[in-house]
């Protein structure tokens, strides 16, 4: 039996990111190493903290500035620090192939304000209208792989979880989908996310 919802991760699936480059560009703009942003930022629980709404930019500007010992313009450093996307061409047939057989679509991402903002600003012509539900960390307070945020994805997709499909980069979030009795697989490439489709049931024809 196909899937009757489709839920999808952001990063690494529908747009690839470079963290890499987002430290180098709040660098540049803050007039710090980009090491040191990578350690306040990641190794010192701000983009956690970002991501599951337990902060918003405002007191993440703040904090970043005050353990940096910098001062920058926060829709700058926002910019910067969001500016390091890019479309993950692969998945556009897919998506479109799954739209045509009917089968309503998701994003289930942890992500924060400042991302989704850029992603969804219209730049990218495929979010966010392409996906009935949208479920972000950040908005909801609680992130992958908590078993919470499945539960609450669950219920926007009003369907059994057994028939979700959910693709993820990161295996804990893919085991976590499988702990809350869905269907899920680990993304590698969007012509082996279309096989797995297929071999569900769901003729796409790619």
Excluded at 87 to 110: E, T, W
Excluded at 124 to 146: C, N, Q, W
Excluded at 155 to 164: K, L, T, Y
Aim: glycine share 8%; aromatic share 10%.
């Amino acid at each position: 039996m196909p899937p009757a919802f489709i839920y999808f991760d952001l990063g690494n699936v529908v747009f690839f990111f470079d963290r890499e480059r987002a430290f180098r560009q709040m660098a540049e703009t803050s007039g710090v190493d980009a090491s040191r942003v990578r350690d306040v930022v990641m190794d010192g629980g701000l983009q956690q903290s970002l991501e599951r709404g337990a902060i918003g930019w405002e007191e993440f500007h703040a904090e970043f500035s005050s353990r940096t010992g910098t001062q920058s313009d926060p829709g700058v450093l926002a910019r910067a620090a969001s500016d390091m996307f890019d479309l993950n061409a692969g998945m556009l047939p897919v998506v479109a192939a799954c739209k045509r057989a009917g089968i309503p679509l998701g994003i289930l991402s942890n992500t924060c304000a400042p991302h989704w903002d850029f992603l969804a600003s219209g730049r990218y012509a495929i979010v966010p209208d392409t996906f009935r539900e949208i479920v972000l960390s950040h908005e909801a307070g609680m992130a992958k792989p908590d078993r919470e945020i499945y539960a609450l994805a669950a219920a926007r997709a009003g369907v059994e979880p057994a028939r979700i499909f959910f693709c993820d980069d990161l295996p804990e979030h893919v085991a976590a989908a499988r702990a809350a009795g869905w269907d899920a697989e680990l993304f590698t490439t969007a012509p082996m996310l279309a096989d797995q489709l297929e071999r569900r049931g769901l003729p796409l024809g790619l």
